[in-house]
């Protein structure tokens, strides 16, 4: 699959408000930080530098279910994305 690996039965649907981008993610909480726009901050800070702080820009918009639901979810964004290209299958 695209966003999830085969076999997956429970992900989390997500929706970047910044960036508008929506995915399947593996990690399921109320917000993650989106990984089209967003970036992991590197902890590993010097004696002069600020704490980094994640910013979760990406919404949980539902829990998808079932292997089959988690398949059909998947098949449906990568068309969006893709635009209807199967040729990444």
Partial sequence: M?????????CGYYECKDCGSRFLSLKIGPQIVC???GEEPDMEIG???????AK????????VK???EVERMD???SL????GDYSWI
């Fill in 2 to 10: 695209y966003y999830v690996p085969d076999g997956t039965e429970m």
């Fill in 35 to 37: 990984p089209y726009c």
């Fill in 47 to 53: 004696p002069d530098e600020q704490m980094p702080v």
């Fill in 56 to 63: 979760e820009d990406a919404k949980l918009l539902q829990v």
């Fill in 66 to 68: 079932g292997v089959e």
């Fill in 75 to 77: 098949a449906l964004l």
């Fill in 80 to 83: 969006a994305l893709t635009g």
